[in-house]
Every structure is written in structure tokens, then in C-alpha cells.
Nanobody, 124 residues
Framework: QVQLVESGGGSVQAGGSLRLSCTPS????????MGWFRQAPGRVREGVAT???????TYADSVEGRFTISKDNTKNTLYLQMTSLTPEDTGMYYC??????????????????WGQGTQVTVSS
């Protein structure tokens, strides 16, 4: 079992930046699939950015060019660097992970482990 804890959320104005962090409760294999998902009130949870077992990244069209997902395996931490934030980026951001042999990608059903989320609010 793996527990995931997110941090780094907060309130910013449009155009600002935030960096989210996700720390698993134990050291996990570097070949885990990991990703960031978000959900706004009344909306379904959607994939934002993911990294698969090979280290390849995938981004939602809405964030590509603005967000960067990365891992620091020495720190056992996943990051999401968010820049040029807009009010449409507002939502609860969740870290997710799955064991090898995982498929990765932006579909929520591909991930077994989930954090409890960190709130991101972007004001105009």
C-alpha cells in the first residue's frame, strides 16, 4: 500500500505560479506511473499531467506549455510546476500513482493510489 500526500496549493492571481509536491509514504519504484489530476465543483476529475513507467510525460491540452511534471527520485517526490495560471485552473489537485506494470496516461481509472488533494484557487 502507498499513501500519497500533496502540498503546495494555495491562492494566487491570474498569471501567477505555484509548485505542487507529492510525497509517497514509502520509497517507491521509479517505474511507477504517476500523475496529477484536478477537479472543479460540478466537473469530473480530469487528467492534468502524467509520467509513465518509461519516464514519458503526457499533458492535457489545456495546460501544455504552462505546466511541467517532474520527479526527483532521490527525494521520492513528484512535482507539478504551474505557470501562467488562469481562473480555469482552479480546482482540487490530486496526486495519483500506479504500480508497474502500469499504462499511465490521463485516464483516472488507470491509477490505483490517490492522495487527498490540495486546493488551487486562481483569481482574476
Amino acid at each position: 500500500q502507498v499513501q500519497l500526500v500533496e502540498s503546495g496549493g494555495g491562492s494566487v492571481q491570474a498569471g501567477g505560479s505555484l509548485r505542487l509536491s507529492c510525497t509517497p509514504s514509502r520509497l517507491i519504484n521509479s517505474r511507477y506511473c504517476m500523475g496529477w489530476f484536478r477537479q472543479a465543483p460540478g466537473r469530473v476529475r480530469e487528467g492534468v499531467a502524467t509520467v509513465d513507467t518509461e519516464g514519458d510525460t503526457t499533458y492535457a491540452d489545456s495546460v501544455e506549455g504552462r505546466f511541467t511534471i517532474s520527479k526527483d527520485n532521490t527525494k521520492n517526490t513528484l512535482y507539478l510546476q504551474m505557470t501562467s495560471l488562469t481562473p480555469e485552473d482552479t480546482g482540487m489537485y490530486y496526486c495519483a500513482a500506479d504500480e508497474p506494470y502500469c499504462s499511465g496516461g490521463l485516464r483516472t481509472v488507470e491509477y490505483k493510489y490517490w492522495g487527498q488533494g490540495t486546493q488551487v484557487t486562481v483569481s482574476s
